[in-house]
């Protein structure tokens, strides 16, 4: 008998791009198209600069998150969802709307 180990079935390499507290957070603040470091914790208030630092880095390294940098006086950075991370948002949506209809809060 074929014996996937967990980490190759399908789902739960997707479940690993999105698992955590913060990532779907990201992506949501993400989708409309890039933003600097300082507008994503403004949409994000309660991650902390460590967090947000991290779950970018770590995003980027899966190929979800592009970093570009502007040169000059002020050195300026943006982030922005890849084609790979674009074609992950209807998926999340979906989350979003079931999470809306299913999940009551406690």
């Not at 957070?25 to 949409?43: D, H, I, M, T």
């Not at 050195?75 to 209807?90: R, W």
Request: glycine share 4%; net charge negative; charged share 30%.
């Amino acid at each position: 008998m074929f014996h996937v180990e967990p980490i190759n079935f399908p789902v739960n390499r997707a479940l690993s791009i999105i698992e955590g507290k913060w990532r779907p957070q990201v992506y949501c603040a993400l989708e409309s198209g890039p933003k600097r470091f300082s507008e994503l914790e403004r949409e994000i208030p309660e991650i902390s600069r460590k967090v947000l630092t991290d779950q970018l880095r770590e995003l980027e390294d899966m190929g979800m998150v592009k970093r570009t940098s502007f040169p000059g006086k002020v050195l300026h950075v943006e982030y922005e969802l890849t084609k790979e991370a674009m074609s992950l948002q209807p998926t999340m949506k979906s989350l979003c709307t079931w999470g809306e209809n299913n999940c009551e809060d406690k």
